[in-house]
C-alpha cells in the first residue's frame, strides 16, 4: 500500500504561483511514475503531470506546459507541483497519484492505483 497527502493548496489572483506537495509514506519503492491530476465538478480526472520516479522523465498536459514543473525528493519521499503564471481555467480539486505499473500512458488516471484525498486550487481574476 502506498500512502498519498497532498498540501499546497488555495486561493490565488490569475498570473500568481501555487507549490503544490505531496508525501509519499508506504510501500513507495513499488511506484514507478507519479502524477498530479486535477478535476472540476462535472468533468473527468485529467492529467496534469507525470515523473517516472527511477529516470526523472517527466510529461505534461499541453494545457499546463511551460507553466508547470513536476518534481521529487526522493529523501523526503514529497512530490512536488510548482504552478506558476495561474489562470481561472486552472482552477481545480488537484489530486497526487503514484502508479506501480511499468508502463503506463502518463496522463491517464486509470493507470494510477492511489490517490491522495486532494487539494483545492482556486484562480481568481
Known amino acids: 500500500q502506498v500512502q498519498l497527502v497532498e498540501s499546497g493548496g488555495g486561493s490565488v489572483q490569475a498570473g500568481g504561483s501555487l507549490r503544490l506537495s505531496c508525501v509519499t509514506s508506504g510501500y513507495t519503492y513499488s511506484t514507478y511514475y507519479m502524477g498530479w491530476f486535477r478535476q472540476t465538478p462535472g468533468k473527468e480526472r485529467e492529467g496534469v503531470a507525470t515523473i517516472s520516479t527511477g529516470g526523472g522523465y517527466t510529461w505534461y498536459a499541453d494545457s499546463v506546459k511551460g507553466r508547470f514543473t513536476i518534481s521529487q525528493d526522493k529523501v523526503k519521499n514529497t512530490l512536488y507541483l510548482q504552478m506558476n503564471s495561474l489562470k481561472l481555467e486552472d482552477t481545480a480539486m488537484y489530486f497526487c497519484?503514484?502508479?506501480?505499473?511499468?508502463?503506463?500512458?502518463?496522463?491517464?488516471?486509470?493507470?494510477?492505483?492511489?490517490w491522495g484525498q486532494g487539494t483545492q486550487v482556486t484562480v481568481s481574476s
Open positions: 497519484a503514484a502508479s506501480t505499473l511499468r508502463v503506463i500512458s502518463a496522463l491517464h488516471p486509470a493507470h494510477f492505483g492511489y
